[in-house]
């Protein structure tokens, strides 16, 4: 099985700050990475695909990056509605989830 | 548009069984591969299992493989979950999820449903 370790589990930042999270794959999946968006009480929220393709209607301060088994995720000037848990996800064999990263305003 | 609605989560024993339905509306379901994922209180999202378009195909995690079976029935337009010899870590809030593309098992989740609680506890 495929593991995804996400980095940090959780972070504190200001309004404009920029955020970077970090996923890395147990092994090579190629560009199958997604990030997903959770808020409390919601169902998971597409982001990013394919490791840097933006979802449509996504604002443009969310990209992703990587390939292989190291990935990045970041938020440009971080907006008090992103507070939530951000995921990653691998579709290259099977499909598993990060441990999640919670997003807080400082 | 596209709607996914779970049923048949609730409280249960341990060992016991329980069904969950997730019914389809706004898109040609029989066409889509469909996955069930669920989240522990406080948890991370976990990948449960999933079933090709065809039904040909079907997949689980290891945590399920031999208590948690996929099914369909593509003229009710309705993905199942039947779950058996269920255990507390199975508490979870359920979600059903479709890939973006028909026809794939294996792409991004772009439509999920609310959820639905299952609570094992004696």
């Known amino acids: 099985d495929i593991q995804m370790t996400q980095s940090p589990s959780s972070l504190s930042a200001s309004v404009g700050d920029r955020v970077t999270i970090t996923c890395q794959a147990s092994?090579?999946?190629?560009?199958?990475l997604n990030w997903y968006q959770q808020k409390p009480g919601k169902a998971p929220n597409l982001l990013i695909y394919r490791a840097s393709n933006l979802e449509t209607g996504v604002p443009s301060r969310f990209s992703g990056s990587g390939s292989g088994t190291d990935f990045t995720f970041t938020i440009n000037r971080l907006q008090p509605e992103d507070i939530a848990t951000y995921y990653c996800q691998q579709y290259d064999n099977l499909v598993t989830f990060g441990g999640g990263t919670k997003v807080e305003i400082k | 548009q596209v709607q996914l609605v779970e049923s048949g989560g609730g409280v249960v024993q341990p060992g016991r069984s329980l069904r969950l339905s997730c019914a389809a509306s706004g898109f040609t379901f029989s066409n889509y591969g469909m996955h069930w994922v669920r989240q522990a209180p406080g948890k991370a999202l976990e990948w449960v299992a999933g079933?090709?378009?065809?039904?040909?195909?079907?997949y689980s995690a290891d945590s399920v493989e031999g208590r948690f079976t996929i099914s369909r029935d593509n003229s009710k337009n309705t993905l199942y979950l039947q779950m058996n010899s269920l255990r507390a870590e199975d508490t979870a809030v359920y979600y059903c999820?479709?890939?973006?593309?028909?026809?794939?098992?294996?792409?991004?989740?772009?439509?999920w449903g609310q959820g639905t609680l299952v609570t094992v506890s004696s």
């Open positions: 999820a479709r890939p973006r593309h028909p026809y794939s098992s294996d792409d991004p989740f772009d439509s």
């Open positions: 092994q090579d999946i190629n560009i199958y």
């Open positions: 079933i090709s378009y065809d039904t040909d195909n079907k």
